[in-house]
């Protein structure tokens, strides 16, 4: 049997940006259903990349408004962004309405993950992965 080279290794995984972990970036008014990126909380690049401040109300992104009754289909759409795509988020801020345009931020959250470590593993890898 031949012997497979691996090695424990840590790759860097882009985190979510609406949620660290269990701790939200965002919350809701129940009142009128309005999403508000939390106020007073340290943010991470992606919201410091777009000025996306604490106490704004995000009403749409990329032209899809939001609110309470589809911030799950808000979340899952965000697992779709890919690094420095361009998003535009409609805000209100201080009571006026603005647009903010950027590029997709990602944090990174550092994960174990097996690497193989000679290129004949790798090449089975591959073929087995095409099937």
């Given amino acids: 049997m031949a012997k497979v080279g691996v090695t424990k290794s840590t790759e860097k995984t882009p985190g979510n940006v609406f949620l660290k972990g269990r701790v939200p970036y965002i919350t809701v008014n129940p009142e009128n259903k309005e999403i508000i990126v939390i106020?007073?909380?340290?943010?991470?690049?992606?919201y410091k990349s777009l000025d996306l401040r604490g106490?704004?109300?995000i009403l749409a992104i990329n032209e899809k408004p939001y609110s309470l009754d589809n911030i799950y289909e808000m979340i899952s759409e965000s697992q779709n962004w890919k690094e420095n795509d361009v998003i535009s988020i409609k805000i209100k801020r201080d009571g006026k309405e603005q647009t903010l345009k950027?590029?997709?931020?990602?944090?990174?959250?550092?994960?174990d993950s097996l690497k193989a470590t000679d290129s004949s593993a790798n090449k089975?890898?591959?073929?087995?992965l095409k099937g």
């Fill in 124 to 128: 089975v890898k591959e073929a087995w």
């Fill in 102 to 111: 950027g590029k997709v931020k990602f944090p990174y959250e550092e994960k």
């Fill in 55 to 57: 106490g704004d109300i």
């Fill in 39 to 46: 106020p007073n909380m340290e943010l991470i690049d992606f």
